[in-house]
């Protein structure tokens, strides 16, 4: 309990870290060099994973080069810790539907980091509008400083436009606050409970026309069902499949490219 009370004090002053790790040293007995190893293990459990990917991005990427952002992240995230971002494999597949469809409207539903938004926003047009939902206002902060990082807003003109809140409260409200009629191309990627409902609620609000493309994430693993099923059985869907693998690792994963036919 020593410790942890010490710790706690090091983590609200940073700045006395060092006069507090003698002291530890004292206090315990050890050397300064165990009670800094000590004090910064129980450190990285104060410290979230988001902001350790974020620090990651501060330290090993180039401010406004995207691609650098994505290799920093993907780095960190396939040698230290895993995290939910799309990943480099299915991140190919991601870029080249973004190439191919080469949208000027685009939904992404579940922004996290910023990695995903980050590797569509440098691949989209000036003239093109980018949507990113996310509900978690810590994650929100750190999207916004990672697509800050990769300084997408001056280099490529487009401003990925970062909205916090629930996609099934935004939705509905999306044509009207943001002057978009319908989107070429929609990323789901948010919890999998809601890719149905909400491509359902897409679908209510005429965001989707004919042509529109839905790229959706993880659909085998953790998996999306329903909405495997649905898009399936649908006549209005033409559905193709990409086999890869889970996010930074070899588990077997795919995406669904979804074109929605007449
Ligand atoms: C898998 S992560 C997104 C990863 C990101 N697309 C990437 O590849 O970098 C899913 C995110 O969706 C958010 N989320 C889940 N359900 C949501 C909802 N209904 N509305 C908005 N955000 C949601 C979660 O907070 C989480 O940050
Ligand atoms: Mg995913």
Redesign the pocket.
Known sequence: SKIRFLCLDCVSNSSILYVRVIRLSRVLSMSRKVSLAVISCILTSFVSLRQRILSAVQKNATRGDPRSVIRAIDQFCSQKEWA???GNEKGCILDSVVSEVNPATVL??????????VRIASLLPPYAKFIT????PD?AAVARQVIAWAGLEDKVKIKPCLVE????DWIPKIKEQFGIKTFDLV?L???KE?YLSDTKLMEECGLLRKGSVLLADNVICPGAPDYVEYVRSSPRYKSHYFRSHLEYTKAEENLWYLGIIE
Request: glycine letters at 12%; hydrophobic letters at 35%.
């Open positions: 939910m971002n799309v992404e539903l579940g922004t996290y980091c910023g990695y995903s938004t939902l996310e509900f978690n994650f809140g629930a996609s099934s990323f990627d948010h919890w809601h």
